[in-house]
């Protein structure tokens, strides 16, 4: 049964301290998608690759976060320097890109708390 | 721009009782529209999609929803609610982008609670 996984599942750190989070899409895929959960405002996204290249990182806070495919079975969000508003959960979703219809898996996410 | 409404953050239904959620879209081209249900402490899950083939459309766990263009809607239904079912429900469209168009768009969510 194929996933995407997602370590670690939970992360508490202090403000200011460097965060890194990861996701191994769903083999073959080749998109792959980071999403950010919060109360306030609900599912937003936050950057894509296709192929391994961004395509989008518009939702993207661009002074402290990052996103990174250093290969096909490895995805990476970065928060440098992170702050109390990051804490939310992090979502890694994959696909493969046939088509408008085309289905998105969720890994099960990163639930982050800030301090 | 595409986007979608859900109405009601949260559902109350007894079990056994008929499931109804509902999401308006907005579009200027056919949509693209998709149901994922969110347990607690989990990823989200593809329940259905529609994809301009049949209006109506089956998903997993006894879940359809039917695409109404006249009412822009996409509204989900179960006719027997269970407890199981009790989670979050998103509706989603997709987002045409000038990068290609697999962005998703979702709405606020509704959380589904079954009353024994």
């Known amino acids: 049964d194929a996933r995407v996984t997602q370590t670690p599942r939970h992360k508490v750190t202090e403000m200011g301290q460097e965060v890194t989070m990861r996701c191994q899409p769903i083999l073959g895929h080749n998109t792959v998608f980071w999403y950010r959960q919060t109360m306030m405002q609900g599912l937003e996204l936050l950057a894509y690759f296709r192929n391994r290249a961004p395509l989008d990182d518009s939702g993207m806070p661009k002074d402290r976060f990052s996103a990174e495919m250093p290969d096909a079975t490895l995805a990476t969000l970065k928060i440098q320097p992170s702050e109390p508003r990051d804490s939310a959960v992090y979502f890694c979703?994959?696909?493969?890109?046939?088509?408008?219809?085309?289905?998105?898996?969720f890994g099960p996410g990163t639930r982050l708390t800030v301090l | 721009a595409q986007s979608v409404t859900q109405l009601g953050s949260h559902v109350s239904v007894s079990e056994g009782a008929l499931v109804l959620l509902r999401c308006n879209y907005s579009?200027?081209?056919?949509?693209?529209l998709f149901w994922y249900v969110q347990y607690p402490n989990q990823g989200l899950q593809l329940l259905l999609k529609y994809t301009s083939a049949a209006t109506l459309v089956k998903g997993i766990n006894g879940f359809e929803a039917e695409f109404k263009k006249s009412e822009t809607s996409f509204h989900l239904t179960k006719p027997s609610a269970h407890m199981s079912d009790a989670a979050e429900y998103f509706c989603a469209v997709r987002r045409i982008s000038n990068f290609g168009n697999e962005k998703l768009t979702f709405g606020t969510g509704t959380r589904l609670t079954i009353i024994p």
């Open positions: 979703a994959s696909g493969l890109s046939r088509g408008a219809g085309d289905t998105q898996y």
């Open positions: 579009s200027s081209v056919p949509p693209y």
